[in-house]
């Protein structure tokens, strides 16, 4: 590809991008040739993550924005409207950890999804995970972006009372509630999207005589469905240039076959295919499931929470009859 060609080439915004899976989106595209803009918190960690070939690499450029702050600050949004301005594709991998505090549970904050009113803790899957994402498809809506990849989870395919969904949504500040409502925003926007919902993720290479890829759209996978970051970039990356750019698109992916050092069995190596466009080729005007458009997380969570704090209660109150009464 000559330079005259590749400056004709509108670049793809990689949210997220020294993440795990972000920073091998940006490799995948760098290796292709094409121009790519990567959106970080900040450049030390880019200096960390990436060598300096791909620092100095004259595709790539690096836009820092806190995506925590991007309601809360006009410069954050106008970097966010600038980043998304002249792209082809965005591909999220962005994502926001944080353990749930025993104040969040408060009757009158944990029934109100928007946190806003009562926390301003940017690291909240509130801020990063939905409202950031929110503003960043209407910005791939206003500017015509050809295509929206997000990254969510597995869970986010589980029913509300799954218990590992409910242990999730404890513990982790309802980040699936916030997946799935950023999933809706997104089908909803008339943007073309591809959702792409991973399980387990493990780090290396997978071994294609042993172990081949899945990529199914009715997501129903099976748990743990664990799966390769570097699968799950590729995908990121193809579906970006392989699907009809006005078809969407909601995926699981998991590897198939025996997987990671202890070669645990995960389906057979025949379910799935030797690539990751393989996949894709069969996927085109497939099977697909009606996705929900709300799914009770909260009510799932505190049945189990304050069940759980009412046991204590009624308990220490009985201590506390029997202690009294000797």
């Known amino acids: 590809m000559s330079e005259g060609e590749n400056k004709n080439i509108k670049p793809t915004l990689v949210v997220g991008a020294t993440g795990q899976v972000g920073r091998l989106c940006v490799v995948q595209l760098l290796d ?6 990567a959106l970080i918190r900040n450049h030390e960690k880019a200096k960390q993550v990436f060598s300096d070939d791909i620092l100095q690499n004259s595709n790539l450029q690096l836009i820092i924005v806190d995506l925590g702050l991007s309601q809360e600050c006009s410069r954050t949004s106008n970097l966010l409207e600038q980043a998304v301005k002249g792209c082809d594709s965005i591909i999220s991998v962005s994502g926001a950890l944080r353990f749930s505090k025993i104040t969040d549970f408060l009757p009158w904050r944990f029934m109100n999804p928007d946190v806003s009113a009562w ?5 909240h899957p509130y801020y990063c ?3 950031a994402h929110c503003l960043l498809i209407d910005f791939a809506k206003q500017y015509s972006v050809r295509r929206f990849v997000r990254v969510t989870g597995g869970t986010v395919g589980y029913s509300a009372f799954n218990p590992f969904v409910i242990l999730m949504s404890s513990v982790l500040s309802l980040t699936t509630q916030y997946h799935f409502l950023t999933e809706r925003y997104l089908r909803e926007s008339g943007v073309p999207y591809v959702t792409v919902r991973p399980g387990g993720l ?3 290479d997978r071994i294609p005589s042993t172990t081949f890829v899945q990529v199914d759209t009715t997501c129903c996978l099976p748990p743990p469905c664990y799966v390769y970051r570097s699968d799950v970039a590729e995908l990121c990356v193809a579906v970006c240039q392989l699907l009809i750019p006005t078809e969407s698109y909601t995926m699981c992916i998991r590897a198939v076959g025996d997987i990671g050092k202890n070669k645990k069995r995960q389906g057979t190596k025949f379910d799935g295919h030797a690539t990751v466009c393989d996949c894709l080729i069969g996927l085109q005007g497939g099977e697909r499931t009606e996705l929900p ?13 304050y069940g759980i704090m009412a046991g204590v209660v009624g308990a220490t109150y009985l201590i506390g009859v029997k202690v009294s009464r000797k």
């Not at 292709?32 to 803009?37: C, E, G, L, T, W």
């Not at 926390?119 to 690291?123: E, F, H, I, L, S």
């Not at 709300?294 to 189990?304: E, I």
């Open 293 to 305: 458009r709300t799914k009770p997380y909260r009510l799932a969570v505190g049945v189990v929470v």
């Open 32 to 37: 292709q040739h094409k121009p790519v803009r």
């Open 202 to 204: 493990m780090n290396g």
């Open 119 to 123: 926390t301003a803790d940017t690291t």
């Open 129 to 131: 995970n939905y409202q």
